[in-house]
């Protein structure tokens, strides 16, 4: 059973600039190292507070030239698709995450459509963005992470903290994959509320967009749900067994895939076959 009021595809950020650096980025909040001396911690406070701007909204963590060309084959394959079924221009909404590489591939989708990314069709979600990992995390090279150990389940990856066994626990200062979850609900709730009868660009990340897939494919699965609507209906499949699953629903860079064919789906190898990895041509 699926009772929502527009159909949906979710679009992974095209190769961003922290993709071929190996870095993380996944904070809101700008990171700053901590001095433990007096003056410097009130040094840091004012810097703090003068320097606001988010780690992942700053210009220099947008797409790579690779990613660039992976955001217009999708937005190609996705024109193709509304084509198919015989969707307008005019019921394209394009919904996407604050950081800078998200909205750098949405702008290049909506430049595709002619569509203004600061018009009506296109919104921006902050419930969107990307997975906080913890400040210990934060814009650290996974090289580096690699050699440093993670307290976290005791293991020595920050890869660790994705497949967590328990996704209702999350790393130190960041977020467990029920987290996620739970402001996800809350973006389809929003996106349900604002629109009706369109066709849904939900332009987000990688753990983001695997724990989308995993809580609206588990929705679907439910004959008979106790909650009429969708927000509801969300909020009942966010339990361990089912989001402990969400790493299968992976997707690569610029990956398009359509969501209507996910919840058509009954079987979970049926529903995380791929649906388009974008093929860059030889340089």
Same mark, same amino acid.
């Given at each position: 059973?699926?009772?929502?009021?527009?159909?949906?595809?979710?679009?992974?950020?095209?190769?961003?600039?922290?993709?071929?650096?190996?870095?993380?980025?996944?904070?809101?909040?700008?990171?700053?190292?901590?001095?433990? !001396?007096?003056? &410097?911690?009130?040094?840091?406070?004012?810097?703090?507070?003068?320097?606001?701007?988010?780690?992942?909204?700053?210009?220099?963590?947008?797409?790579?030239?690779?990613?660039?060309?992976?955001?217009?084959?999708?937005?190609?394959? *996705?024109?193709?698709?509304?084509?198919?079924?015989?969707?307008?221009?005019?019921?394209?909404?394009?919904? !996407?995450?604050? *950081?800078?590489?998200?909205?750098?591939?949405?702008?290049?989708?909506?430049?595709?459509?002619?569509?203004?990314?600061?018009?009506? %069709?296109?919104?921006?979600?902050?419930?969107?963005?990307?997975? !906080? *990992?913890?400040?210990?995390?934060?814009?650290?090279?996974?090289?580096?992470?690699?050699?440093?150990?993670?307290?976290?389940?005791?293991?020595?990856?920050?890869?660790?903290?994705?497949?967590?066994?328990?996704? &209702?626990?999350?790393?130190?200062?960041?977020?467990?994959?029920?987290?996620?979850?739970?402001?996800?609900?809350?973006?389809?709730?929003?996106?349900?509320?604002?629109?009706?009868?369109?066709?849904?660009?939900?332009?987000?990340?990688?753990?983001?967009?695997?724990?989308? %897939?995993?809580?609206?494919?588990?929705?679907? %699965?439910?004959?008979?749900?106790?909650?009429?609507? &969708?927000?509801?209906? &969300?909020?009942?499949?966010?339990?361990?067994?089912?989001?402990? %699953?969400?790493?299968? !629903?992976?997707?690569?860079?610029?990956?398009?895939?359509?969501?209507?064919?996910?919840?058509?789906?009954?079987?979970?190898?049926?529903?995380?076959?791929?649906? *388009?990895?974008?093929?860059?041509?030889?340089?």
């Amino acid at each position: 059973m699926w009772i929502a009021k527009n159909r949906y595809w979710v679009l992974r950020h095209g190769k961003s600039i922290p993709n071929e650096r190996g870095l993380i980025v996944s904070s809101m909040v700008f990171s700053i190292p901590f001095k433990p !001396y007096p003056i &410097l911690s009130i040094i840091f406070l004012i810097v703090h507070a003068i320097q606001s701007q988010e780690n992942g909204t700053r210009p220099e963590f947008q797409l790579a030239s690779d990613g660039v060309h992976q955001a217009q084959l999708a937005a190609q394959l *996705f024109q193709k698709e509304l084509e198919a079924k015989n969707i307008p221009l005019a019921d394209i909404r394009i919904c !996407y995450s604050p *950081f800078s590489r998200t909205r750098h591939t949405a702008n290049v989708v909506a430049t595709f459509f002619n569509l203004p990314l600061d018009g009506p %069709q296109c919104m921006v979600i902050e419930d969107l963005r990307e997975r !906080y *990992f913890g400040p210990s995390f934060e814009l650290l090279s996974h090289d580096k992470v690699r050699h440093a150990q993670c307290q976290f389940l005791q293991l020595p990856t920050v890869f660790a903290i994705r497949h967590e066994k328990d996704p &209702l626990v999350g790393p130190e200062g960041g977020e467990s994959v029920k987290d996620v979850a739970g402001r996800l609900a809350r973006a389809i709730a929003t996106i349900e509320s604002k629109f009706e009868g369109c066709a849904i660009l939900v332009v987000s990340h990688g753990d983001p967009l695997q724990i989308l %897939q995993t809580i609206m494919h588990a929705s679907n %699965q439910d004959k008979e749900p106790t909650c009429k609507d &969708l927000a509801s209906i &969300l909020k009942e499949v966010q339990v361990a067994p089912i989001l402990s %699953q969400h790493r299968k !629903y992976a997707l690569q860079t610029g990956e398009l895939r359509n969501l209507e064919l996910l919840l058509k789906r009954t079987t979970l190898r049926e529903a995380v076959q791929p649906h *388009f990895i974008p093929t860059l041509k030889p340089a």
